[in-house]
């Protein structure tokens, strides 16, 4: 895995309130996908092969992570 996608998926994670990760789906994961592989492109970058499971997953594991800390 390429440490810039973790960077995209905890700059991601850091800007979601708690309304959006009690809500959060597969479906958010693809638009994020989407939006990220737009703004790679915009600033001239080569997108990654960003996968919306992996990013699922992992702001999952995030938000489980941020759940552990709290107890």
Do not use: C, W
């Not at 895995?1 to 850091?14: A, G, K």
């Amino acid at each position: 895995m390429e440490e810039r996608m973790m960077d995209v998926i905890v700059e991601i994670y850091n800007h979601m309130d708690d309304g959006d990760k009690d809500a959060f789906t597969l479906e958010d994961a693809e638009e994020m996908v989407s939006d990220q592989i737009k703004m790679d492109k915009a600033e001239g970058r080569e997108p990654l092969e960003y996968d919306p499971q992996f990013f699922y997953d992992s702001i999952v594991d995030l938000m489980e992570q941020d759940a552990e800390d709290e107890d």
